[in-house]
């Protein structure tokens, strides 16, 4: 286990090529969030600065893993023009007192920017801009998943529906890479441990749910070698079937984190289906060390990566705590 304090992409430098197996990260979101650090990202004058200087961080980060290397990138959206996060003249709420310990900073921090097309409350597609960039620069982009919180934060907005998704986006280096699907497959829907099991039970030919025909019975032949959930005449006698796309997972708070903790069990089939046991697990903005935990927890090594050496410190204890 490694912990580094420094600027993302010069830490990364200082790594040999090929030495981590996927990285499972959240960089800090566009505009959202002043960590009073020099050279920390966020908080670039525009998205396209911010999605570039990310960018950078990734070619490192490409270069870092090894050839079958994958990518797991958690990145949310942000508003034009959005006082969320701060005041609206800019600065953070004055009653937020005693906040070092969460991440933030008492100190002055722009909202985000209008122009190149975009108007006050646009919503900027930050993932998607930032998705398309790292493909344009070399990465393969094999899949958005959708990450829904069942316990959103509640907004106040009355022209919009409330925000209760985030992305993550499978990116591998190359256009063959480590995948274990079996080590994160489902329970399928009709079996026990599914959401419903007595919804749609096997057998039943007019759905596709519960191991029946995807095909409404138009479907005469499909591969007897090959069990599937989703279609064809042979029914699924696994119980399982291979992970969706969207992820059902709440938000779980860490004591001591900064506001941005992601879950463990959202990092975890991450972790497990980007990587063999004995592994080495990348995080350059490592924060709580929530990565490095799960990565320990699987049996995996772990390499992270943060600006500010409080959290350093605090990623380094968690994950003392895991192994002992």
């Not at 040999?16 to 959202?32: A, D, E, F, N, R």
């Not at 099991?197 to 759905?207: E, F, I, L, V, W």
């Not at 709440?250 to 903790?261: M, N, V």
């Not at 089939?269 to 935990?293: E, H, K, Q």
């Amino acid at each position: 286990m490694q912990i580094i304090t420094g600027e993302a992409t010069e830490a990364l430098r200082l790594l040999p090529s090929g030495c981590c197996s996927t990285c499972v990260t959240s960089p800090p979101y566009y505009g959202l969030r002043n960590y009073g650090e020099a050279g920390q990202i966020g908080l670039e004058e525009t998205p396209e600065e911010y999605t570039w200087r990310l960018v950078e961080v990734f070619r490192e980060v490409r270069r870092v893993l090894k050839d079958d290397g994958t990518l797991w990138l958690n990145i949310g959206d942000s508003y034009a023009a959005s006082g969320k996060g701060r005041n609206r003249d800019g600065r953070f709420n004055e009653k937020a007192e005693n906040i070092q310990s969460s991440g933030q900073r008492k100190s002055r921090i722009r909202r985000t920017c209008e122009g190149n097309g975009l108007k006050r409350k646009d919503l900027i597609g930050i993932p998607w801009l930032l998705a398309f960039a790292l493909r344009a620069d070399g990465w393969y982009l094999r899949s958005d998943i959708i990450w829904q919180k069942p316990n959103a934060m509640p907004e106040s907005v009355k022209d919009r529906p409330t925000r209760a998704h985030e992305y993550i986006f499978l990116l591998s280096k190359s256009e063959h890479y480590f995948y274990d699907a079996e080590a994160i497959k489902e329970p399928a829907v009709g079996f026990p441990g599914s959401e419903n099991p007595d919804a749609r039970r096997k057998g039943n030919s007019k759905t596709f749910r519960g191991g029946g025909a995807y095909t409404h019975n138009q479907a005469k032949e499909n591969s007897a070698s090959v069990e599937r959930q989703s279609h064809g005449l042979v029914p699924n006698e696994t119980g399982t079937r291979n992970r969706r796309t969207v992820w059902t997972i709440a938000t779980r708070p860490y004591k001591g984190a900064h506001f941005a903790t992601f879950p463990e069990e959202l990092v975890r089939p991450c972790v497990l289906a980007g990587s063999r046991l004995g592994d080495t697990i990348l995080d350059p903005f490592c924060g709580s060390g929530t990565t490095g935990a799960v990565a320990i927890q699987e049996g995996r090594d772990f390499i992270g990566i943060d600006i500010n050496p409080k959290y350093c410190t605090m990623s380094e204890q968690r994950i003392k705590e895991v192994r002992t």
